[in-house]
């Protein structure tokens, strides 16, 4: 029965009762969407990174992270790379020669990082020949083609087909040159890493900079499911204990920060938008006690405990709040679905997102766990908010409460 | 043995520089199945006496017996234990639930005393169908005509089974037609029932259906006479 009653008194007053539920509705969509938004950028962040830049795990020698010495290579590449694919979840390896090198082109000069794979092996771990947006991916068997990105493009001032010329170091310490032609032009989502990060054939890196067959700075590592990444970088450190072992957290702990940040800010965000509901919550429950004085007189007067009374002004809070988070909810479910679907189109302020390593166009998202920790998050606050107007309505003195004092 | 025996009662409310005295010394006592009607000017002291002998306020000195307890000495969490099971409430403006249909302010009570559902439902339905409100069990209040709502109201003070029920001012809404059925149908459940019915009342014709009548002026009894038969005009 106090269910019944409290669920109905909650529609005695159906304005006062919709303006609350229409505002929790509404301020949570707006929490719910913003961190959906916020999520979207930070997982497309994580994807792009893992899918051009780190993989999931990468293998190399100790220390070549830290300047890129041309010495610290890993051998025998091959037999690595294949059990390595063994180990479950891993969805493919691929090597990569990585060194520092410097591009020149008639118009100018830039700092490059040449990345020399095979290009048949490096797409079961990067997603790079779906972002030329001219060109291709070393389509045919020429030597000495190159893919560069779009901003270092620009900054060379080059096109589709134009030549350039890399300077590099060979193993020796000798300087070496290198003339190539581009044959294709990617996008990611970061301009910084279009900036500076350039593809060759190992093959034609390899004769320049003399590395043995098998031989190979990188070993790159992607998975089938980003959740298995410590799982399966603790089997690699296992299997090859001389090898720096490194998941793409450790590789860009900036990333996993931001990730890890985004989560956190969304829960403060919400719970501060849920406080500030929570005073008009106990601005309508008040009303409700103002208003029922003379009902609440005569509760007490029957016989009614306190205590039931107290329950019932809780349980019409808990509904009040819970209806509007519940419509709250099924909007955010709504439009989440929706513009994860369709995007948003952010190329607005493209220029400045793409900076960070954002892509232009969001696809906002949630986990089913925020809005379980989100219900809970009303649910208490509902509670906290309901204990104020409850406890002013046990207060009452039934003679005076009956007679409406 | 009285069902409600007042000794010395007195209440002085110091709300205001100066103080109130409600009630000067009442001293009271109602038998079971007695018809009283409590009656005097306005601030006299009736309903403050009412709050005293109902449990809803404490006095300032005096006794209220009931059931052989004093009830003025209960700690407050069993004073509305108490009400709940000894006392039947009638007010002015009613006072049912407005969420709840006919039925289930009816019912609500013995919810809260935790009766069993089949003698809730049996109980419910003798109460509405002697009220003459059978045909309006689903109706909620605001559908109701004044008596009809009131009527409700006495069945829900009937539905726990009090020792006593204490009323309000229950006509004081009423038009003449309806406050006689009312009347009438107190009359009959307190022929029926021995259920003892007090009255705080200015209402003529609550007090021509009155089998004792007790006067308040200033706070205190100034006269308290019974009268052989229901019909009979009583001549404070």
């Known amino acids: 029965m106090l269910l019944r009653v409290a669920w109905r008194n909650v529609w005695r007053n159906k304005a006062r009762s919709m303006v609350i539920v229409i505002a929790v509705a509404l301020g949570l969509w707006g929490g719910i969407f913003s961190d959906a938004f916020m999520q979207g950028m930070s997982q497309q962040l994580v994807h792009s990174v893992i899918y051009t830049q780190t993989g999931n795990i990468q293998l190399n020698q100790p220390g070549f992270l830290v300047n890129h010495d041309m010495a610290l290579t890993i051998p025998n590449t091959d037999s690595i790379v294949t059990q390595v694919e063994n180990i479950p979840g891993v969805a493919g390896a691929a090597t990569d020669i990585q060194i520092a090198a410097m591009a020149s082109t008639a118009s100018g000069s830039a700092g490059i990082m040449i990345n020399g794979i095979n290009p048949g092996e490096y797409v079961k771990v990067n997603e790079l020949n779906k972002m030329l947006t001219e060109g291709d991916y070393f389509k045919d068997s020429r030597a000495n083609q190159i893919v560069i990105g779009q901003q270092l493009a620009d900054k060379l001032k080059v096109k589709l087909h134009s030549r350039i010329v890399v300077t590099l170091q060979t193993t020796a310490g000798n300087i070496v040159y290198g003339a190539f032609r581009i044959t294709g032009i990617y996008s990611t989502s970061s301009t910084d890493f279009d900036g500076q990060t350039v593809y060759v054939r190992d093959d034609d890196i390899r004769t320049l900079v003399n590395y043995l067959p098998g031989q190979a700075s990188i070993i790159t590592v992607l998975l089938h499911n980003n959740d298995d990444t410590k799982k399966v970088t603790d089997a690699i450190r296992g299997a090859y204990p001389n090898l720096q072992v490194q998941p793409w957290m450790e590789l860009s702990p900036l990333l996993q920060m931001v990730t890890g940040t985004v989560q956190q800010t969304a829960y403060i965000f919400v719970g501060i938008i849920l406080i500030a509901l929570a005073f008009g919550i106990i601005n309508t429950m008040l009303m409700a006690v103002l208003d029922r004085t003379h009902e609440i007189g005569m509760l007490l007067s029957i016989g009614m405990k306190p205590r039931l009374i107290f329950s019932m002004f809780m349980l019409e809070t808990v509904f009040l709040s819970l209806t509007g988070a519940a419509a709250g909810m099924a909007v955010s479910i709504g439009s989440i679905y929706w513009f994860g679907q369709k995007g948003i189109n952010l190329s607005v302020v493209a220029q400045g997102i793409n900076a960070f390593g954002y892509s232009s166009v969001v696809y906002p998202t949630l986990g089913v766990d925020f809005y379980a920790d989100l219900a809970l998050m009303v649910f208490v606050i509902a509670m906290i908010a309901g204990v104020f107007p409850a406890r002013r309505a046990i207060r009452l003195k039934p003679a005076e409460a009956v007679r409406g004092d | ?236």
């Open chain 2, 1 to 236: 043995m009285p069902v409600i025996d007042i000794k010395g009662l007195s209440k002085t409310y110091n709300e205001t520089m100066v103080p109130v005295h409600a009630l000067n010394g009442v001293n009271l006592s109602f038998e079971k199945g007695e018809f009283t009607a409590i009656v005097g000017p306005s601030g006299c002291g009736k309903t403050t006496l009412l709050n005293m002998i109902g449990g809803l306020d404490y006095p300032t000195s005096g006794e209220v017996i009931i059931g052989g307890e004093d009830i003025t000495k209960m700690k407050s969490a069993k004073l509305v234990e108490f009400r709940l099971r000894n006392i039947g409430f009638i007010f002015q403006s009613y006072n049912l639930i407005p969420v709840l249909t006919v039925k289930e302010n009816t019912e609500f009570i013995m919810e809260l005393q935790h009766r069993n559902p089949t003698e809730i439902k049996e109980r419910v339905q003798y109460l509405l169908a002697a009220m003459g409100l059978s045909d309006k069990m689903n109706v909620r209040p605001k559908y109701l005509s004044g008596g009809q709502q009131q009527r409700v109201a006495v069945a829900r003070a009937l539905a726990s089974k009090p020792t006593f029920i204490l009323a309000d001012e229950p006509t004081a809404n009423l038009d003449s037609k309806s406050t006689n059925t009312l009347l009438d149908l107190m009359a009959t459940l307190n022929e029926k029932e021995q259920v003892t019915f007090i009255f705080s009342t200015h209402d003529q014709r609550v007090m021509d259906k009155a089998k004792r009548i007790v006067t308040l002026e200033d706070g205190k009894v100034i006269s308290d006479s019974k009268i052989a038969t229901s019909h009979e005009h009583a001549g404070v």
